[in-house]
């Protein structure tokens, strides 16, 4: 049963990806002189992106405070832990035009980069010497009201419990008054653990935004990403709970 979903849900999700770089691109094409931070193309990559998580109907989807997205300024920057590969797909169900920080060697794959640098997401040099480095790419979107999502634990959890936050993402928010927008998945580590591409048929999927943080009102760094830590931290062991219960 596992193998034979699995087999479903990847089959579709592919060809959902390849009508998605087509139309993408198209929309690239009649829009780039005008549309400086490629919204309207990813726009087309998140509608696509999202179809993952719709393609079985015995996966539950539980939308929760989405209504705290509309909190703060519209370019913010929005940060999740990190369970599975369907994380992202579950993220591009919300109602925002994120952009995506990721590693720059996956702008070099081919079609699945170029697709990345059609839709405007943002490349991250992993070796840089220092955080604020790192992320500088992301201050100008920000800024002009483009909201970036990262994830600060860095990789995917492999025991589907919340790892420490890499500082990066609060430097950023630090030395540019940024607001954080927390927003925790779970469920998703159940559905598609790490190194493996089966998937479970049946489960709950959640995807809950906390309340916005101001980088102000904190005196440095480490107080910033403790607060963040911990509030999501605390958000993940609720939202644990109810799956059990449900």
Not at 8 to 26: D, H, M, V
Not at 189 to 202: A, G, S, V
């Amino acid at each position: 049963m596992k193998i034979l979903v699995s087999i479903y849900i990847w089959f579709f999700y592919g060809l959902s990806f390849a009508f998605s770089i087509i139309f993408a691109f198209l929309v690239f094409l009649v829009t780039f002189p005008f549309d400086k931070h490629r919204k309207a193309p990813n726009a087309v990559m998140m509608t696509f992106g999202q179809s993952m998580v719709w393609l079985n109907p015995m996966w539950k989807i539980h939308h929760i405070n989405l209504d705290k997205l509309k909190k703060g300024p519209k370019g913010k920057l929005y940060v999740s832990n990190h369970q599975s590969f369907i994380d992202m797909p579950l993220l591009a169900t919300m109602p925002v035009n994120l952009k995506w920080l990721s590693k720059k060697e996956l702008f070099k794959i081919p079609v699945a980069g170029w697709l990345m640098k059609i839709c405007g997401h943002i490349s991250v040099d992993r070796q840089s010497k220092t955080a604020y480095k790192a992320l500088e790419n992301i201050v100008e979107p920000i800024k002009s009201g483009v909201s970036v999502m990262i994830f600060p634990e860095g990789t995917r959890s492999r025991i589907g419990k919340m790892k420490p936050f890499k500082k990066g993402a609060f430097y950023a928010a630090k030395d540019n008054d940024f607001v954080i927008q927390p927003v925790l998945v779970e469920g998703a580590y159940k559905l598609l653990p790490p190194d493996t591409w089966i998937m479970n048929p049946k489960g709950n999927l959640y995807i809950s935004a906390l309340d916005p943080v101001d980088s102000k009102d904190f005196d440095s760094v480490e107080s910033l990403l403790e607060h963040v830590h911990k509030i999501m931290l605390e958000e993940s062991l609720r939202l644990q709970a109810l799956d059990i219960q449900s």
